[in-house]
Every structure is written in C-alpha cells, then in structure tokens.
T-cell receptor, first 111, second 116 residues
Framework: DAGVTQSPTHLIKTRGQQVTLRCSPKSGHDTVSWYQQALGQGPQFIFQYYEEEERQRGNFPDRFSGHQFPNYSSELNVNALLLGDSALYLC??????????FGPGTRLTVT | AQTVTQSQPEMSVQEAETVTLSCTYDTSESDYYLFWYKQPPSRQMILVIRQEAYKQQNATENRFSVNFQKAAKSFSLKISDSQLGDAAMYFCAYRSPPSNTGKLIFGQGTTLQVKP
C-alpha cells in the first residue's frame, strides 16, 4: 500500500516564474491538505481540498492556488514566485478531516 | 484562533537517558486532538503520538509518552531510553475536530540532539 507521494523532490525556479507541485494521496484517502515549511520553522497550513473543492484556506495570497482531481490527487500552483516562497512544501492526505499522513515533501528554491 | 508554542528551540540528551519536550497551546474549543511529530533530516514528517482531548489518560507508544494537562493547556513529550535514531526536529501540533476545520497547527519545533 503506497503512502503519500509527492513530485518533484526538489526544484529550482527564478523569481516571477510559476511552479506546479503534485501530490498523490494514500490509498483510500479523499482529502488533501498542503503546508508550507520555511527552513527551521513549523509547517503552515495553505489549504485543503475535498471533493475537488477548496474547503479551508490559511493565510496565503491568491498566488497560491490548487486543484484536486477525480482520483483525489492534487496540485499546488504558485504564480509570480518570490524569494520568500522558498520552502519545503508538504502534502498530507486523510479520510475527510481525520488522521493526516504526510508525504516526503518538495523542496522549492527560488533564486 | 488556536496557537501552539514550543519554548525550547534545542534540547540535548545522553543516549539511554530520558528527555522531556514542552508544548503549550491555546484554544477555545473543547474537542480537539494533539500530536507530536518527528521530522528527521530526511524531511519525512512522522507521527510519534496522538492524544484526544476528551481522554484523561495520557497516551503512550513504547518509549514515548505524553503528559497532557488540559486545564493548563500543556502537552509535553517524554522520550525514555533515548536512542541515536531519536535525533530529529520534533513538532507539537493541534488539530481542530473534523466538524470544524481539521487543519493542523504546528509549533515552531524543538531540535533534539542525542549524544552517544
């Protein structure tokens, strides 16, 4: 039984560019939550997707958007990248809003 | 809004000894969940232990146990017989009930060093 997977593992982008991160949830899970973790800090909640809709959103600008597909996988898009967007992006899946299981993360570096 | 505070940025312990990591939180909710996560350098967030607020009994998982003081809004993690593999960053986290948001709110983390 595969756990939560994320791709890519690491990527480097330039300021102003756009990036898409991907997440496949654990088998049987229908909800995906995204978190941003700056270096040396705790993860911050970005948003949560359930039934292909954004259900909850943290304090992040509209440059951060997402999508959930019918197979429950999800994408996180960030437009107009800033240096401050450099972070580890964690995806967590769950059955509705119950126990969350984390993926290995995607390390984004913005130069 | 709920908040989680970890006041110890770094802790160290001798191998085979016991160490306690502290966490306090603030909430007006009566039904919630508390967690301790471990994040080694590999970055994978690993669930160590969970505590349901309605349970008075402190959770235990092998060498890991918690001291949950609901009135004081305190949730500490005790690691007994520390091992080199316990070295990692530890995060305390709060989760609203599924009937509310279900999102996790993390503390700033405590880096644990285990000395051989």
């Amino acid at each position: 039984d595969a756990g939560v997977t994320q791709s890519p593992t690491h990527l480097i982008k330039t300021r102003g560019q756009q990036v898409t991160l991907r997440c496949s949830p654990k088998s049987g899970h229908d909800t995906v939550s995204w978190y941003q973790q700056a270096l040396g800090q705790g993860p911050q909640f970005i948003f949560q997707y359930y039934e292909e809709e954004e259900r909850q959103r943290g304090n992040f600008p509209d440059r951060f958007s997402g999508h959930q597909f019918p197979n429950y996988s999800s994408e996180l898009n960030v437009n107009a990248l800033l240096l401050g967007d450099s972070a580890l992006y964690l995806c967590a899946s769950s059955l509705y809003r119950y126990e969350q299981y984390f993926g290995p993360g995607t390390r984004l570096t913005v130069t | 809004a709920q908040t989680v505070t970890q006041s110890q940025p770094e802790m160290s312990v001798q191998e085979a000894e016991t160490v306690t990591l502290s966490c306090t939180y603030d909430t007006s909710e009566s039904d919630y969940y508390l967690f301790w996560y471990k994040q080694p350098p590999s970055r994978q967030m690993i669930l160590v232990i969970r505590q349901e607020a309605y349970k008075q009994q402190n959770a235990t998982e092998n060498r890991f146990s918690v001291n949950f003081q609901k009135a004081a809004k305190s949730f500490s993690l005790k690691i007994s017989d520390s091992q080199l593999g316990d070295a990692a960053m530890y995060f305390c986290a709060y989760r609203s009930p599924p009937s509310n948001t279900g999102k996790l709110i993390f503390g700033q983390g405590t880096t644990l060093q285990v000395k051989p």
